[in-house]
């Protein structure tokens, strides 16, 4: 999965001097995350529409689970990296890129670290596979 939120680089030293006025987060001494922009979450979004529209052989079988509370542990509200504009802007050119295709979208309210979001993004491939619990 992309983590549309962010661009890793190492050390913040490493960080080149045109991103220095950049959101940045020093994750730890060897990892310095920097936010990205509406803009590049809008080229993302592009990317990523491209991707599924030119390898999925059965539409009909792409799902995409939003987590509409964060797309990573410092982008949820009041975080680091929260920035909704940026976000909305993923969804919506993903939401667009795909419509009429058969994708299937869902909105989720939970961040994407939440426990039931990911029993949520588990069940929701287990029915895909059409797979049962065993007795």
Do not use: W
């Not at 295709?101 to 990911?118: E, H, L, S, Y």
């Amino acid at each position: 999965m992309l983590i549309p939120d962010m661009v890793n680089f190492g050390p913040r030293s490493t960080v080149p001097e045109k991103y220095q006025s950049r959101k940045l987060y020093e994750h730890n001494p060897t990892v310095t995350l920097m936010r990205t922009t509406r803009e590049e979450c809008r080229q993302i979004g592009e990317f990523m529409v491209e991707k599924i529209r030119s390898h999925a052989k059965d539409m009909s079988k792409v799902q995409i689970r939003v987590p509409l509370g964060g797309v990573s542990m410092i982008a949820t509200p009041e975080a680091a990296f929260a920035d909704e504009a940026a976000d909305g802007e993923l969804v919506k050119t993903v939401k667009e890129g795909l419509e009429g295709t058969g994708v299937i979208i869902a909105d989720d309210k939970r961040d994407i670290n939440d426990d039931g979001f990911a029993i949520a993004v588990a069940e929701q491939l287990v029915g895909m596979l059409k797979l049962t619990k065993k007795a």
